[in-house]
C-alpha cells in the first residue's frame, strides 16, 4: 500500500544547514537532515518506520490545503512511501 503524508520542512534556527521535518498527524513525528535531500530521506525513513511499528500514532493525512492554511510561510512536502504491512491509520 501507497500512503502519503505532508512532512512540514524549516531550517534549524540553532544549527544552520540543518534541516528539521515534522509531520503533523504523526505522534512524535520528527527529523531533520544535513540537507534537502536527506531531510526528505529521513523522512520517508520515518514516515515507514512509524506506519508499520506504530500505526496508532498516526492519524489520517491533514488535507494540504488545511495545513497551508495553518502553516502559511512553511515548506510542506507530501511525502509518500510504500509499505507492505496492512496498517490502520
Request: negative net charge; aromatic residues 8%.
Amino acid at each position: 500500500m501507497i500512503f502519503e503524508y505532508p512532512a512540514i520542512f524549516s531550517e534549524d534556527p540553532e544549527d544552520p544547514g540543518w534541516i528539521n521535518v515534522s509531520f503533523p498527524d504523526i505522534d512524535a513525528g520528527v527529523t531533520c537532515g544535513t540537507d534537502m535531500d536527506n531531510a526528505i530521506f529521513m523522512a520517508k525513513d520515518l514516515l515507514h518506520l512509524m506506519l508499520t511499528t506504530a500505526p496508532k500514532q498516526c492519524h489520517g493525512p491533514t488535507p494540504l490545503d488545511d495545513l497551508r492554511k495553518e502553516f502559511p510561510d512553511a515548506n510542506i512536502i507530501m511525502i509518500e512511501v510504500e509499505v507492505d504491512e496492512v496498517v490502520a491509520c
